[in-house]
T-cell receptor, first 112, second 112 residues
Framework: NAGVTQTPKFQVLKTGQSMTLQCAQD?????MSWYRQDPGMGLRLIHY???????DQGEVPNGYNVSRSTTEDFPLRLLSAAPSQTSVYFC???????????FGPGTRLTVT | DQQVKQNSPSLSVQEGRISILNCDYT??????FLWYKKYPAEGPTFLIS?????DKNEDGRFTVFLNKSAKHLSLHIVPSQPGDSAVYFC???????????FGQGTRLTINP
């Protein structure tokens, strides 16, 4: 099992550009989520999904869109990047009734 | 409103001694708590958890203590080893709910 994979590992965008951060898991987990990590702020939930076709907002959803067309994939879209979205982004998944989440290696995004 | 707080941004401990990381929470509905460990350039990995029906859970060198009346949990690492140097996040959830709430993290450094 590859677990949770994320691409790209690094990305630099100019203000106003759009991009999609990819996330995939091969553990057949129903629950997937996106977090951003900023210094002194911990991990903050952006969006999450409890299954294919179902998504919901987390703590900091503004400026991000998600969709879940398959169990395996949960892409995060930035429609118009802003410097405030400079951060490290982590995708995570969990299965069944457990609360333990498995995290991907992260994507470091810089918006100039 | 920070529902889970780790008030110590950093902690330095000598190798072989005990490391104690602390976490406070404000939401009395939380009934499951987790600790994650994060190395640089990697995603967080699950370390240990505790349900609110317990006040202690041990796994090898790691023990988590829960004081529900004080809304406080702590992670003890004994003995501390250089490989324990990492950022530690505590997290909390209402079981059956979807959102795992993280603290800000504590950077633990183990000195030889």
């Amino acid at each position: 099992n590859a677990g949770v994979t994320q691409t790209p590992k690094f990305q630099v965008l100019k203000t106003g550009q759009s991009m999609t951060l990819q996330c995939a898991q091969d553990m057949n987990h129903e629950y997937m989520s996106w977090y951003r990590q900023d210094p002194g702020m911990g991990l903050r939930l952006i969006h999450y999904s409890v299954g294919a076709g179902i998504t919901d907002q987390g703590e900091v959803p503004n400026g991000y869109n998600v969709s879940r067309s398959t169990t395996e994939d949960f892409p995060l879209r930035l429609l118009s990047a802003a410097p405030s979205q400079t951060s490290v982004y982590f995708c995570a998944s969990r299965g069944g009734l457990t609360a333990e989440q498995y995290f991907g290696p992260g994507t470091r995004l810089t918006v100039t | 409103d920070q529902q889970v707080k780790q008030n110590s941004p950093s902690l330095s401990v000598q190798e072989g001694r005990i490391s104690i990381l602390n976490c406070d929470y404000t939401n009395s509905m939380f009934d499951y708590f987790l600790w994650y460990k994060k190395y640089p350039a990697e995603g967080p990995t699950f370390l240990i958890s505790i349900s609110s029906i317990k006040d202690k859970n041990e796994d090898g060198r790691f023990t988590v203590f829960l004081n529900k009346s004080a809304k406080h949990l702590s992670l003890h690492i004994v003995p501390s080893q250089p490989g324990d140097s990492a950022v530690y996040f505590c997290a909390a959830i209402v079981q059956g709910a979807q959102k795992l709430v993280f603290g800000q993290g504590t950077r633990l450094t183990i000195n030889p």
